[in-house]
């Protein structure tokens, strides 16, 4: 997966909230709210910071987005390596992710309301690891949340004309012990299924395009990190993890 799916749910799927698998929840491509609008409107580079806390570990780092824009047509490239290419017509937009696992096609309207679902999609993953294997199965689904005209989070403000984004992964992980492990008694209280509910935001700027995203997590079992249960009341959370992105101007 590229450099925007973050965890279990993602922020390229954040950024390609604006060119789901699914279009808005009318389904008639109407809406008062050009999405367009809100991408790039211009060639540019963007600098963004990406801080990541899990627990007592806090890790920072920064990266770059070279855009280029022609015509209606976006690319994105990370690191010289094309990450993102969004094509938009009178009435849709398409965007294809590309990582080394293959591509990634999306299509949504480009007019929307205030409420519209802009992706709705299953993911399905699993892992192999000294455990045993890990199985991931979510619905994912974004909708547009609001339009505001400030966010503001950390040290990091935002004022113009914004769109808020929220995004719901909503499904289970199984933990499959390996059956040694279960009969030395090592880690069987992982084994089996654990729901998930996780939470994030997106924002875009007009004529910016993405600005923020904001991924904050309640852990009810400090041994699942990645079981997270954000309609879990706070005096539930164990401990502190968070996965923020901000677009540095």
Known sequence: MNKKYISLVVVALLLSACGGSSSSSKNDGKGSIDLVEYLP???MTKTFS????????????????????KGNTITTTVNSKLEEKIVFSDTNITTTSFDEDGNDIDNSFRYVDLGDTLLSKKITFSENNDLGKI???LDFTCKLKSKESKFEKNDHIYTGDLLKIECIGDGEIVYDIKQTLLDAGVASDLNGSHSIYNTSYVYLKKGIGEVASIDDDCVTNDKLSMVVNDKAKSTECVKKKYEYEFYLP
């Open 135 to 137: 199985s991931t199965d």
């Open 41 to 43: 409107s211009k060639s």
């Open 50 to 69: 990406s801080v990541e806390r899990d627990g007592d570990d806090v890790d920072t780092s920064h990266y770059e987005e070279l855009i280029e824009v």
